[in-house]
């Protein structure tokens, strides 16, 4: 991954594909990370996930991200709540937001050229459903914990056809029963398999 400088600072080139608008109606496979990866979601036992109040806490607001946000006709996919991250898939339909409408008497478009500003902030699109839902979780999580934190980033994947929609559910299905081998498991990288 490249770095540049925006402002004289050195900055992390985005790793969200250039020249796709994530606010377009698709499929979204996203992972979101605690902070150094640090367990406060629960625990695996016999690869069922048994979730800590925060965890709980993660849950629910997943499961109210869409209903707070029916303008963006969002349908929840399959989703996991693992020690340290969470897995899931997003799915936008068509909104008003990400469907440029035509005056067909004049043949222009009613909603302008929507151009976005990459280094402003983002509305109605991927990048702020993940926000609000990462906020909504920390407000809450930290009159539990205060050190509670998500890494600044989260990893997506544009689900392009049903092949790669499958083997997603089912990575994600099966991520609890995966844990002590799992990339995300910090464990793993002090030698320590027992998750």
């Keep these: 991954m490249q770095t540049g400088k925006f402002k004289n600072k050195y900055r992390i080139a ?10 377009w109606a698709g499929a979204y496979f ?7 990866r640090k367990n406060y979601f629960g625990d695996i036992k016999n690869g069922i996930m048994q979730l800590s109040n925060i965890g709980v806490i993660v849950r629910n607001e997943w499961e109210k991200t869409f209903a707070i946000r029916p303008d963006m006709n969002l349908q929840m996919g399959e989703f996991v709540v693992m020690p340290n991250h969470f897995h899931a898939i997003v799915i936008i339909g068509e909104n008003q937001y990400n469907t440029i409408r ?13 151009k976005k500003n990459k280094f402003g902030v983002q509305s109605k699109n991927l990048a702020s459903v993940i926000r609000g839902f990462k906020i909504g979780v920390t407000t809450t999580a930290r009159k539990i914990n205060p050190d509670f934190a998500w890494q600044p980033r989260f990893y997506d994947h544009i ?3 049903e092949k790669s929609f499958d083997n997603i559910i089912n990575y994600i299905i099966n991520n609890p029963d995966k844990w002590a081998n799992d990339k995300y498991n910090v464990a793993n990288e002090l030698g320590d398999n027992r998750g």
């Design 159 to 161: 689900i392009r056809d």
């Design 14 to 23: 985005s790793t969200r594909l250039q020249n796709w608008d994530y606010g």
């Design 102 to 114: 035509r005056d067909a008497m004049h043949c222009v478009s009613t909603t302008g050229t929507n």
């Design 30 to 36: 996203i992972t979101v990370c605690t902070k150094n």
